[in-house]
Every structure is written in C-alpha cells, then in structure tokens.
C-alpha cells in the first residue's frame, strides 16, 4: 500500500469508522483517539494486509480498539437501568433517541453486528470477517439483538411508526 492508497482509504472510511465507535463509546474525544489507533495500525501492516480486504480489517481493527477502551474504562454499556420515554415519540428525533438508548442495553457483540448490518449496511459474510465470526453465529447475534430491541420497545409501549 502507498501513500495514496493509504490516504484513499482514512478519507473514504473515517466516516463510518466514526459513526460506528461513536454508537458504542458515546464520547467525541475517545472516538477521535480510536480512530487514531486503527489509521496508525494501518500504516503500520501496510505490507502486510491484503488489497481489497483493508475495510474489513479496518473494522475489525477498530471493534478490537473499541472492545479494549470499554474494558479498560469500565465503560460497560450493557446496562438494565429503566429508560422512561413518552408512550408514542412526537417526532423522528425522539424516535432515533429512544433507539440510541436502547442500542446502550444491548451486549457490545450485539450492538456492533446491528449497527454493522442495519446501520452500515454490510452483509453477514462481511461482519463475519470483521467481527471473527462464521455467517450463522452473525444471523444469530442478529437477530437477538432485533428481538431484544422489539422485547424492550414492547415493555415500554412506545410505537415507533411515525
């Protein structure tokens, strides 16, 4: 990898490399620093990290960075603490709210495969690659973290269809 190539890909996915640190840590600075840490190991591995396969490695690389900060910080997001919402969200910000806040009970496995398909839009194949996981164990985490999602909206009562 050159310099180009290199400076091709910080452009290209510092965006959604953000977005996704950002739904887990919740924290501008540490996110800034996350991204840091993976675009300083990408350097790094240049040689060594296959051409066409530098997204999921960066994702990878960045889930890895992200999974250490949480430990590390003790900034465990997985919580069981009541969250009080409206019965029916007014508008499509209290909606995306509500969901936020939802996403913080999930495990940060199950967090990082729904915001990787249903944000990011990768496939299962994919995530697979980025989170070291077969197809099936992705569909799996997947879809207990949707049935969770829909398990809690239900406790709450709140209809999200605006």
Do not use: C
């Amino acid at each position: 990898m050159d310099n180009s190539r290199y400076n091709a890909l910080v452009k290209e996915f510092t965006g959604p490399l953000y977005k996704f640190l950002f739904k887990s840590v919740r924290d501008k600075d540490a996110v800034q620093d996350l991204l840091q840490d993976t675009f300083v190991k990408l350097w790094e591995h240049k040689d060594n990290i296959q051409e066409g396969k530098e997204k999921s490695w960066l994702f990878t690389t960045a889930y890895h960075f992200m999974l250490k900060y949480l430990e590390k910080d003790k900034r465990n997001v997985h919580s069981d603490e009541p969250i009080h919402v409206p019965v029916k969200p007014s508008n499509e910000f209290e909606a995306k709210e509500i969901v936020d806040l939802l996403l913080q009970k999930l495990p940060p496995l199950q967090k990082s495969i729904l915001l990787l398909r249903d944000m990011e839009g990768y496939d299962y194949k994919e995530i697979g690659e980025i989170l070291n996981l077969n197809e099936s164990q992705v569909k799996v985490y997947l879809f207990r973290a949707r049935q969770k999602m829909r398990d809690e909206l239900k406790l709450l009562n709140v209809d999200l269809n605006l």
